[in-house]
Nanobody, 126 residues
Framework: QLQLVESGGGLVQTGGSLRLSCTAS????????MGWFRQVPGKEREFVAA????????RYAESVKGRFTISRDNAKNTVYLQMDSLKPEDTANYFC???????????????????WGQGIQVIVSS
């Protein structure tokens, strides 16, 4: 079982950057693909980015491709989301999630992820 805790959110101006971190406690973090999702109140949660257990495979939503970078450090049980060139439409609560999967193609579907963090707020001001 994994417990996930996000950090690094906050308020930033349009065009700025933030780096989110998600630290896992529990065993076998390196056996899990990790994903980031986001949700605006009143809207459905949407996929942002995911990374395979080894870091060798990544995928991104079209809306963030070229601006966001997902990475992980298995020695630190941590996955990161570097967010650059932020836009007001990136404002949301961001969640990290874990999917027990040992291939290089991480999933983008919420139902594939077994464990979730509580989320952290990101606000991009215009």
């Amino acid at each position: 079982q994994l417990q996930l805790v996000e950090s690094g959110g906050g308020l930033v101006q349009t065009g700025g950057s933030l780096r989110l971190s998600c630290t896992a406690s529990g065993r076998s973090f390196s056996s899990y693909a990790m994903g980031w999702f986001r949700q605006v109140p009143g809207k459905e949660r949407e996929f942002v980015a995911a990374i395979s257990w080894s870091g060798g495979g990544t995928r991104y939503a079209e809306s963030v491709k070229g601006r966001f970078t997902i990475s992980r450090d298995n020695a630190k049980n941590t996955v990161y989301l570097q967010m650059d060139s932020l836009k007001p439409e990136d404002t949301a609560n961001y969640f990290c999630a874990a999917d027990f999967r040992l291939n290089q193609r991480p999933n983008a579907g919420q139902s594939d992820y077994e464990y979730w963090g509580q989320g952290i707020q990101v606000i991009v001001s215009s």
